[in-house]
């Protein structure tokens, strides 16, 4: 009996000692922080026939207007902004506020000295050079104030002849000269139509291919009869029905059909593209050359680990193969790109073919002519082509060694191989770009999460630095109390591999306390949740201010910008590849930072990564004390087939089936012919579920369209299963991105159960009262 005394005051004690109070109010501050609007990039607008502009930035809540004159290398203020508003209210009679006058996309005349705008019935003319505004006024003609009507010609061919239409699921022509109208297509029905309308009887607008000469045009329909349905219930109106949706899961026998039809106007007549080529293939239309009648295909096998790039000949519907590409265990997809200049008579084609994701150069026929870049670093997409000086320009990734490889620099190349490749913008920073229109210059939009956007101005020849224009003004944040984030990089469970990551700590940190500390996972393999540029408020920065620190760090498996050996290790293991590495990080982290609290760790994620943090908190049972997992796909056996199959090598079966055949005289015939079938028995989170020790709560929404609500049912199912207490929220109005009233009740869920179970604050809520007013605006 002493015993159990002594053990029930220390329990007491231990408790007293553990109980923290969870800032709120701090955390709601901190959600609410917003940057200036348009502060992610700096806006040019260009001086007629020249690379000059001007621009404005917002800097403590006042906007200031400049001007570039690139060849004098030269930024000015535009005009006196006092000036400007003093005469503009005595040509209109109205204030104006000197700090906000909101000007956009007017533009300087050739020359770069007059700029012209027109506010009601004033024409206003600024002269930069003299610094002068004058003004003339217009009388305004009432019918001009009328709203011009909107001209929507769907289906009307380019010279205005033919409308393309569709009824009772066919297509027809109309001659808009005469009004005569034949029918096109006599094989339509409800599940395989031209009009995909459910109104049928009526006339709705199609949408063809025209081609340049108006002599042929090209219509698409999608086969949807026989796909699997899966069921939605609306709990919130009227009588609760279930409403069927087709989707397509891993493993289904029937998938998504893509059909091209060619028609020639002249003698209404078709012909089916042949473009089947591999069972259950996926096929989508990469670029159309109107001009030449020729169209441009990518069709991939079910398990894509095989495309071909087709050409199509819309004149025979003849097609092609230009493009060839394989991957092993799969083609990466995120990346992916293929342009055409030269008038289709060059191609530039991305492929991961050697390991990491590079640019090929190919000939309008699909010979490869050259490599375009090479080395243990990544391109990725192309973001401007100068087909005079026969120059690409793409993003980078990992190309300067000892850097973080997930930002995106911005290079250049000769598509044709000759010459060294330049790395444009050098800062460590993913760069966004915009170019003048002579391509000589870029101006330059850089930050990471640790440093504000920063806007530049670059010499395209070699990247030399022209000036610098502008950076994000925090001066008021910092002023409130607002801090930076931290960036950081910890080795991967196998030791060697480099993760980066992003910590953010509470506003008020004190490095002499010990704070619990909670990962935000996703573990990809398409992408992952750590911020490659600068953001304030976000749900992990207002989630550290309850007292926190919340990191989010890469996963092997993850970003597909680091190569196929490293987006591809999480293959065959959706569920689990990712729990070792996260694991790792956090007991680097631990290790490294007094101030982390190692008995104290927290894992929260969303779709993949509501995945993740059920299965890492039921795999290591006794590091995770808490969890919050949001829109779980808990079980992939009833997943998107395309996300699936392409990232876990599921069962097939080979079979010799008949199949019946209409012959020309309309009898049947049989032949026999192999299909694949497959099947799938995919780990599950269920599984995992006996293992649980910590606090969990499961969270969906009830429309969710992506991932089925009944993934996080079965998985509270599971734990029910085992006696497992778990807090289970249904949003009813959440969809698979909360917005309005449900994101609002998740981020406090979120906050209140971590602080329960991480902070001991049971007394504290995250919530309060509202009224209905403050409630519309949520919802909105």
Not at 72 to 92: N, Q, S
Not at 284 to 292: C, G, M
Not at 739 to 768: C, I, P, Q, T
Request: proline content about 4%; hydrophobic content about 35%.
């Amino acid at each position: 009996m002493k015993k159990f005394i002594v053990y029930l005051f220390f329990l007491n004690l231990s408790c007293g000692l553990f109980a923290q109070n969870a800032n709120y109010e701090q955390a709601e501050k901190a959600k609410s922080n917003r940057l200036p609007w348009n502060s992610d990039q700096l806006t040019p607008f260009f001086t007629q026939g020249s690379d000059d502009f001007w621009f404005r930035e917002v800097k403590e809540g006042e906007e200031k207007y400049y001007y570039v004159d690139l060849k004098a290398r030269k930024v000015e203020k535009l005009w006196d902004p006092v000036y400007l508003a003093a005469e503009m209210e005595k040509a209109t009679g109205r204030k104006y506020d000197p700090k906000k006058f909101g000007f956009w996309k007017i533009y300087f005349n050739k020359g770069g000295e007059i700029l012209n705008w027109m506010d009601g019935n004033v024409i206003f003319e600024y002269n930069r050079k003299t610094r002068k505004l004058s003004y003339t006024k217009k009388e305004i003609n009432p019918s001009d104030m009328m709203p011009r009507r909107m001209r929507f010609d769907t289906g009307i061919s380019p010279d205005g002849r033919y409308q393309v239409f569709g009824k009772e699921h066919n297509a027809y022509i109309r001659d808009l000269q005469d009004s005569t109208v034949v029918q096109l297509t006599f094989d339509g029905i409800p599940g395989f139509s031209y009009t995909d309308e459910r109104e049928t009887t009526k006339e709705v607008p199609l949408a063809p291919l025209w081609f340049d000469d108006s002599k042929n045009f090209c219509l698409f329909r999608q086969d949807l009869r026989g796909l699997g349905e899966v069921s939605y219930i609306n709990c919130l109106k009227g009588r609760p029905l279930a409403q069927n949706s087709p989707i397509i899961l891993v493993g289904d026998s029937v998938v998504l059909y893509n059909e091209i039809t060619l028609y020639d106007v002249s003698t209404k007549t078709q012909k089916k593209v042949k473009i089947d080529k591999w069972q259950d293939q996926q096929m989508r239309i990469l670029h159309s050359d109107t001009k030449a009648n020729k169209l441009y295909l990518e069709r991939r096998n079910r398990r894509n680990t095989m495309l071909d790039v087709c050409e199509v000949d819309l004149s025979t519907g003849d097609v092609k193969v230009i493009i060839h590409e394989e991957g092993d265990p799969y083609i990466g997809i995120e990346l992916a790109s293929i342009t055409f200049l030269n008038d289709y008579k060059d191609i530039i084609w991305w492929s991961e073919r050697t390991g990491h994701g590079h640019l090929y150069h190919y000939d309008g026929e699909g010979n490869l002519k050259n490599v375009i870049t090479s080395g243990n670093w990544t391109a990725g997409k192309v973001v401007s082509i100068d087909e005079k000086n026969r120059t690409v320009y793409f993003q980078a990734y990992g190309v300067t060694p000892g850097e973080n490889p997930s930002y995106a620099k911005i290079c250049k190349a000769n598509v044709d191989g000759k010459g060294k490749m330049v790395v444009l913008t050098p800062e460590e920073a993913t760069h966004n770009v915009i170019f003048c229109p002579s391509k000589r210059f870029i101006i330059d939009a850089f930050s990471r999460p640790d440093l504000p956007y920063q806007f530049t101005v670059r010499d395209t020849r070699q990247g030399d630095l022209v000036f610098k224009l502008s950076e994000l003004d925090l001066n008021d944040m910092y002023k409130q109390g607002w801090k930076m984030p931290e960036t950081f990089s910890v080795k991967a469970a196998d030791g060697e591999t480099d993760l980066y990551g992003v910590m953010w700590k509470p506003f008020d940190f004190d490095s002499t306390k010990r704070y619990p500390i909670i990962s935000c996972v996703y573990p990809g393999p398409q992408t992952d949740n750590v911020p490659l540029t600068f953001e304030v408020g976000s749900t992990n920065e207002a989630l550290a201010q309850v007292g926190f620190i919340v990191v989010a760090f890469n996963h092997r498996g993850g970003l597909p910008l680091r190569g196929r050996e490293y987006h591809s290790f999480g293959y065959n293991s959706i569920r689990d590849h990712a729990l070792a590495d996260d694991k790792c990080g956090l007991e680097q982290l631990i290790a490294r930072h007094s101030f982390i609290d190692g008995d104290r760790v927290g894992i929260y994620g969303h779709s993949g990564g509501g995945m993740m943090s059920t299965a890492a908190i039921c795999t290591y049972p006794d590091f995770y004390k808490a969890c919050v997992s949001s829109a779980g796909n808990h079980d992939n056996n009833i997943y998107s087939q395309f996300f699936v199959e392409s990232h876990y090598a599921i069962d097939e079966e080979v079979k010799v089936i008949e199949e019946k055949l209409e012959t020309k005289d309309g009898r049947d015939s049989v032949i026999m012919r192999e299909k694949t079938f497959y099947s799938v028995n995919l780990p599950t989170n269920m599984e995992l579920a006996k293992n649980l020790k910590g606090h969990l709560m499961l969270i969906v929404g009830g429309m969710d369209g992506n991932v089925h609500p009944v993934q996080t049912i079965r998985m509270v199912d599971a734990f029910i299963n085992h006696g497992k207490d778990v807090e289970f929220v249904l949003l009813p109005r959440g969809r698979h991105s909360y917005d309005g009233v449900s994101a609002w009740y998740f981020e406090n869920k979120l906050r209140s159960h971590f602080a329960k179970y991480l902070l001991g604050d049971f007394k504290s809520s995250g919530f309060y009262d509202i009224e209905i007013n403050e409630y519309e605006q949520i919802i909105k």
